[in-house]
């Protein structure tokens, strides 16, 4: 699949005349970064090979979402579940995350992409932590397309995040219980992308 048809899969984003119109874009695409295993297996490669073609499949979306002019693009590249598969694939992700942010943070810089994480940061090990704050630091000023990764990310973990920031707000005085509305939840809750995709789709 082209790139140009990648992008067209992606989302309507045609006018009705069947021209690319950039004022249909989403302005926030989440992708889930799946199917890297089924992929190597079909070629016959082992699992690790599938993350690593994944990487790269990743450089493109980026390149492009931010060539076509997307507000913020998130990836849930790892969630906590992931945890629970064998320790040698989990040091292989762990490394490729890694090597990922080293490598990309010049075309993160040259593209002006702006950087931020989410989930619990605090359980990955210090060289990957290290890379992300590293990360965050030099992209600080740039202006562009929001790139954010979702790493040891999980739904219940945001409710759980989510209700505790609430809690604080009531306790400090910031809001009451009867003001709990909708804006709110809004407030504390990671913001909702326009269109959500699976990274297995768009191979
Ligand atoms: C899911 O595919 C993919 C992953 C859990 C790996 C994601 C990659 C990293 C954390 C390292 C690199 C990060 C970036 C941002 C490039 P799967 O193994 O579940 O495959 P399947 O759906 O075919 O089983």
């Not at 004022?23 to 992929?39: E, F, K, Q, V």
């Not at 609430?166 to 269109?195: T, W, Y």
């Amino acid at each position: 699949m082209t790139r140009s048809q990648t992008i067209q899969k992606t989302s309507n984003m045609d006018s009705p005349s069947g021209e690319f119109d950039p004022s249909r874009l989403p302005a926030h695409i989440a992708i889930i970064m799946d199917g890297n295993g089924r992929w190597a297996k079909l070629k016959g490669l082992p699992r690790v090979e599938g993350h690593a073609q994944g990487m790269q499949t990743v450089r493109t979306i980026v390149e492009e979402c931010s060539r076509i002019g997307i507000h913020q693009l998130t990836l849930f590249c790892f969630s906590s579940e992931n945890w629970k598969r064998p320790q040698p694939e989990l040091d292989f992700l762990m490394q490729l995350l890694e090597c990922y942010l080293v490598q990309e943070r010049p075309l993160l810089l040259e593209k002006n992409i702006r950087f931020s994480t989410i989930g619990r940061k605090e359980m990955l090990p210090d060289s990957v932590q290290h890379e992300i704050d590293e990360t965050i630091r030099v992209c600080r000023d740039n202006t562009g397309m929001g790139l954010c990764l979702a790493i040891n990310y999980g739904g219940r973990q945001e409710i759980v995040d989510a209700v505790q920031k609430i809690a604080s707000l009531i306790k400090e005085g910031s809001i009451s219980v009867n003001s709990i509305d909708e804006s709110v939840i809004k407030r504390v809750l990671f913001p909702s992308p326009a269109l959500m995709n699976r990274l297995s789709l768009l191979r």
